[in-house]
């Protein structure tokens, strides 16, 4: 196909996707797409993906290491075979319509032969001389990579700073430098493209009353990340730029850049700088120093999110972060110290105060830049007001052009979460009417065939990672593996950085070839985590993934124990005894695997179910939709008018007709699950349907929970007993019924986070602040004389929503703030409604006359129905009964019970078009599953010896799933097909005839030995 | 006594319990570094071998940790191995050993709170008992 060296045209039958960014968000769309076996292509203007989570020092709300968490996708990304990488590419053109797309790419130059080079770091030891890395910060190499864990593994040289060619070339010693190199264009047929560039982050050097860049202990939220990071700058060392000392007063400011409407300004709120300052001023104290204090200036602390307003409870109440309600409005330089001095007034008091500091972070927001502009322009889509993409209002991935999906924070400002989730939902959407591509190697093909280790005596190595700080900032991992290196038949102990990195994968495989090592031990994370990655790095040396062993040293001991480091190492020693002498009776094991049944079962009706259920069964999959209700719709059914101003109901309706039209969609209304078994891929779910309550049992390989929550109603504020009290719901309704009725009130009072951010539902409810905005701005739009009056706690209309919010200030809704000590109080003088409230910026107390209370009541969990649930799947759920997802972060509508995702309001409270993306997304995961046909149960299985078999019928009665029978022969027989692995037949057996395999009591008593090994 | 670190084995079921565990680092909550986890598929895997040998080989306690009641990832294993460990209590009992070395604790995945607790609580326990009096030689007194 090549033209010749700088221009090819690729045309294929089998179209792809084009994704367009290797953030998170597009490194997620590209592998949903590609484990439902589509074709992708997936392009990143810079020289490594991985965009800007790998910058990042940790991650709200698990505080975990960024690098850890993101870098197994990232390597998933250079595994699978459907997807195909394309670094430091841009999209030029795209002619054609969807289905049929024609996109021409540009390459530029790296320099550096990807193939040969060996990532040594040569180079960049010898021109060390040019900034890539961090922002601002980190002075290094010409030739960059951006994080020890980059994909692709390899460097690459910024030309224009090199003066000797030919020295360089002699560096290095792999010939991969190619000084001739010359920006390449492709031309490729692709079916639709998903973009996911989201954006950058607005640079405050503009700002000259925050110092204008000219202040070296005044930094960005990012320039803070990337000095705590172990990459960053100061390796991981929080110090001051001008002294290099530790701060002991760190202020964090808000919104700069964000939220406002001066010349540097833009109006509409980023949505993740409250949780990252929240989450940097944490992990400075955890980290750095209890006694370091921490303060936030801020405006509205926007914690949102599912459990964040928990986080941030965490962050004042536990940690003492200090919150002060305020926007600095400068901040000043103290020559000789050059401490900051930053000038405030908070609400109550009208003085100007001065305090100092010691370094001062400024949380700024998203901003577009203008290649992305002009790549929109290359695209042909409309751009919102802000310069992100327009979007539709009830499907947020879907731009202006059809077959070009977006997702991601240049959809608008938004946290990783939603990212995943959206670009979930955008792989869903691109990957309609894109055909499967035919099955080609599955996962256990590409690796060589194993070496057969009978009879060789055990040859262990012992790899411990350090994890950045994380493991090696509390442990001597040195001295632990000498600790360790001396067990009979360890034949290596190696410390391995980031052993989940692509660089120490490859060490490790190196040493096992070179060692003949036929064990191998991981001290690292979690095995729940990483153990599959490091099962399959032994499967690409030829060895059965079962020879390997993870030792927990991190979440089980140095993140458990940091502030006791010599008793975290003595327990780092006796763990690793136990995994080495538990590997060395570990035996090659083979897994089973059974085709997969390819329906869904989608739980609950509303907007998310139906959505769901309808992307599944355009693919072709046939979905049973149960619903308790007697008709379809849910919650959406009580729903007039979004914040946007379309119509809910006509939206609704069209959902129930396609989904009752539908040839692939059953049904099931006034149904209720009362029974579930079977297993991943192979569910049977038995449910009660319709006036008569029949029993049925749906076969299924699928399970989406979109069960919906519940409007809240507490008896508060006299909801329920006084009159024209009444929910933002029933003015939703109020307002589409009766407009003359609101022409005819004078004043309205909107009470914000009732029954929400208190003890009995801690969490935000997410919606209501939008609720709020929505109505009162219908209130305006019917009778502008009405006042209206909103007293919250924060306004919480994160993101673009401000834009709402600012308008309704504009139109002379008064905002009045009051806090959860002094609420105010709902009273009737003579028959007349009265609000009273504390009013912060007059210091005093007011009472505001009202014909209608309305109170923003938001969503509380349907615990009743996700406990039902949750016992039956065997799920588990938060502690305010929604149900709980596999990974808060990076798994948001996974499960952790295999073959199960979530999306909508069962998950968390959120908007309807939010939930509609949710839906998108889990139909799209269910996908990824269901592409694969069969269902591996792994080798965790119960075997019986036959001879010590006393056919005594224990295991045939404990059985859970009633699979041990006693066979022709008189011996119990267990099925490994249908054997779930939990081993209660094995600890049950009076005869020790019955092995789990994988957990054999020899294994398990070896274990026991390594622990008390002297 | 005063400076006794008792060894505690906890085999935590992978599901709930070693979940928890997990939770427990995520959220930087601490707890005595004495217990040690072994990872079972489920509680009710655990043999009452297991929980012998345990001490036998050194521990000074030994726990089960398994799902909350009714949560079980496999029906009822929680169920067998609560079961299970009173049948080792009775057995302690009877060769003179205190039942208490041995216990059952219930709890699901995400609470990292309740593992932490539950490893305090043991270990201030199992420091108040004293070590085992298999380390001790009591066990051969014992068995003989």
Known sequence: MQMNQNSENILSKDRRVLVIGGGVGGIRAALDLAESRRNVLLIDKSYAIGGLMTQLDRTFPTNNCDLCTVSPHLSQGGREKYLEIKPMTRLTGLDGEA??????????????DTEKCTACGECAKQFPDAVRFSPGLDPRAPTCMRYPQATPFAFSIDMSKITDVEALKKVCKAGAILPEDQPRKTVMDVASVVLSVGADLFDPNVLDNFGGGQFDNVVTGLEYERIMSASGPFQGNLVRKSDGKRPKKVAW????????????????????????????AMVTKERFGEDIETTIFFMDMRTHGKGYEEYFNR???????????????????????????????????????????????????????????????????????????????????????PGVYVCGVYESPKDIPETMVQASAAAAMAATNLPVSPAGLNGEDMFPPERDITGEDPRIGVFVCDCGFEIGGVLNVVNVLDAVKTRPDVVVAEPVGYGCSSES???????????????????????????????????????NRYLVEMVN???????????????????????????????????????HTLPMNQNALVVGGGITGMTAALKLADQGIKTYIVERAPSLGGLARSLRKTIEGDDVAPFVQNLVDAVTAHSNIQVLTRSVIVDHSGMPGLFKTGIQTGVRMNYMQINHGVTILATGALANRPPQYGLGTIDNVMTQLDMDSLLADDPEKIQAMDQIVMIQCVGSREEGNPNCSRICCQAAVKNALKVKAISPDTEVFILYRDMRTYGFLEDYYRKARDLGVKFIRFSLENRPRVR?????????????????????????????????????????????????????????????????????????????????????????????????????????????????????????????????RVCPFDVPFINADGVSQIDADKCHGCGVCAGECPAKAIQLLAYEDDQILAKLDGLFER | MEHFEPEIVAFCCHYCAYTAADMAGSKRISYPSNVKIIRVPCSGKVDAIHLMKA?????????????????????????????????????????????????????????????????????ETIKKLGPSPGRTGAMDKAAS
């Open chain 1, 99 to 112: 289905g049929a797309f024609s996109a021409t790419l540009m390459t530029e130059p790296r320099y550096i």
């Open chain 1, 253 to 280: 400011i808000q919104c700069v850049g964000s939220r406002g409407i001066n010349r540097a300004d833009v109006p509409y709120c980023s949505s993740v700088c409250c949780m990252y300052a929240l989450k940097e």
């Open chain 1, 315 to 401: 962050a004042r109440d536990e940690y003492n972060v200090r919150m002060v309600r305020s926007r600095p409005h400068t901040i000043l330089e103290k020559s000789e110290t050059k401490n900051l001095s930053i000038a405030y007034a908070v609400e109550d008091k009208s003085v100007q105060q001065n305090e100092e500091f010691d370094m001062v972070v400024l949380s700024t927001g998203f901003r577009v830049n203008c290649e992305t502009k002009e790549l929109a322009q290359n695209l042909g889509i409309q751009l919102n007001e802000h310069d992100f993409a327009e979007s539709d209002h009830f499907n947020p991935v879907l731009t202006s052009r």
């Open chain 1, 505 to 543: 994968m490859a060490k490790i495989e190196a040493m096992i070839t070179k060692h003949k090592l036929n064990r191998v031990v991981i001290g690292g994370c979690s095995p729940r985590t990483h153990e599959t990655k490091f099962q399959d790095l032994l499967r690409r040396v030829g060895l």
């Open chain 1, 553 to 591: 040293l991190r979440d089980q001991n140095t993140w458990t124990h940091m502030n006791e480091p010599e008793k975290a190492q003595e327990k780092a020693v006796k763990l690793l005894q136990v995994g080495i002498a538990g590997v060395r009776t570990n035996h090659p094991l083979r897994e």
């Open chain 1, 828 to 956: 009737q003088d003579d028959g007349e409604l009265v609000v009273g409230t504390h009013d912060y910026v007059l210091d005093s107390d007011i009472d505001i006359a009202a014909d209608c209370v309305v109170l923003s009541t938001g969503l509380v969990a349907d615990d009743e129905n996700t406990e039902d649930l949750a016992l039956m799947f065997h799920l588990p759920r938060t502690e305010d009964h929604y149900f709980l997802e596999d990974h808060v972060k990076l798994r948001p509508v996974d499960m952790a019970q295999r073959g199960f995702f979530l999306a909508g309001t069962a998950h968390s409270p959120k908007v309807i078009r939010e939930c509609i993306t949710q839906a998108q997304a889990a139909a799209g995961r269910a996908q990824t599953m269901l592409a694969k046909k069969e269902i591996n149960l792994g080798a965790c299985v119960a075997v019986v010896d036959e001879k010590k078999c006393a056919s005594c019928l224990i295991c045939v």
């Open chain 2, 55 to 123: 001490l036998e080989k050194g521990a000074d306690g030994v726990y089960v940790a398994g799902c909350l009641a009714g949560d079980c990832h496999f029906k009822n294993g929680n169920v067998r191995a609560e079961a299970r460990v009173n049948r080792v209590k009775k057995l302690l009992t009877e060769l003179g050993w205190e039942p208490e070395r041995v216990a059952m604790f219930n709890m699901s995945a995400g609470m990292g709170e309740a593992f932490a607790q539950v490893a305090k609580e043991f270990t």
